[in-house]
């Protein structure tokens, strides 16, 4: 199981770091990730964390979004800074075996989301 947490209501600018706490398992040799879904959008991949540490990210995220994990806590991490309008949406961990791509289909497991709000 993967549980989200972190998200609010901020202003443009700010910043929230979102965690995605796994139990029920170990998720140390899984890659692991966060996608969003905004309101009447398809989900969309926003970075990863391989499960040796590697990251990546879209394009858009680059920059202002970091992607962290604590293996003995059995978490990951997703700063966020210099928040835009554009970043509200639904945000989702998720974890798999294989490495994430920028699908969303085919991943094992999915953290309830948090939702992120960034007002102009």
């Known amino acids: 199981q993967l549980q989200a947490s972190g998200g609010g209501f901020v202003q443009a600018g700010a910043s929230l770091r979102l965690s995605c706490a796994a139990s029920?398992?170990?998720?140390?040799?899984?890659?692991l990730g966060w996608f969003r879904q905004a309101p009447g959008k398809e989900r969309e991949f926003v970075g990863a964390i391989t499960w040796l540490g590697s990251t990546y990210y879209a394009d858009s995220m680059k920059g202002r979004f970091t992607i962290s994990r604590d293996n003995s806590k059995n978490t990951v991490y997703l700063q966020m800074n210099s928040l835009k309008p554009e970043d509200t949406a639904v945000y989702y961990c998720?974890?798999?075996?294989?490495?994430?791509?920028?699908?969303?289909?085919?991943?094992?497991?999915w953290g309830k989301g948090t939702q992120v709000t960034v007002s102009s």
């Open positions: 998720a974890a798999d075996r294989q490495p994430l791509t920028h699908s969303y289909l085919g991943v094992n497991y």
């Open positions: 029920g398992r170990t998720f140390s040799n899984y890659h």
